[in-house]
Nanobody, 115 residues
Framework: QVQLVESGGGLVQPGGSLRLFCAAS????????MAWFRQATGKQRELVAQ???????IYADSVKGRFTISRDNAKDTVMLQMNSLKPEDTAAYYC?????????WGQGTQVTVSS
């Protein structure tokens, strides 16, 4: 079945950086809009960043200028470079692949920003 596997999460100090990866399998990756969502404890899941098949990108206001989403269609991978991390960025980060009615989610990777 379709798999989205996130990696790259961990514990980082405020101001630090992390790079998340999401590797997709069993989908024609280049045809899917890819996105990163996050969910903090006790809060709703929210969109962090999205990149379409044509490379159009949107970011949540809270991460603009700090996070960068990119995709590598040759490697079926979407990345999220996170800089200048803040404690409020602490959350489980999820990868999502969407194409029409096809909608897949990964299992998530935890990011904790703390001193």
């Amino acid at each position: 079945q379709v798999q989205l596997v996130e990696s790259g999460g961990g514990l980082v100090q405020p101001g630090g950086s992390l790079r998340l990866f999401c590797a997709a399998s069993r989908i024609t990756f280049r045809l899917y809009t890819m996105a990163w969502f996050r969910q903090a404890t006790g809060k709703q899941r929210e969109l962090v960043a999205q990149i379409t098949t044509g490379g159009s990108i949107i970011y949540a206001d809270s991460v603009k200028g700090r996070f960068t989403i990119s995709r590598d269609n040759a490697k079926d991978t979407v990345m999220l470079q996170m800089n200048s991390l803040k404690p409020e960025d602490t959350a489980a980060y999820y990868c999502r692949a969407v194409r029409g009615r096809d909608d897949y989610w990964g299992q998530g990777t935890q990011v904790t920003v703390s001193s």
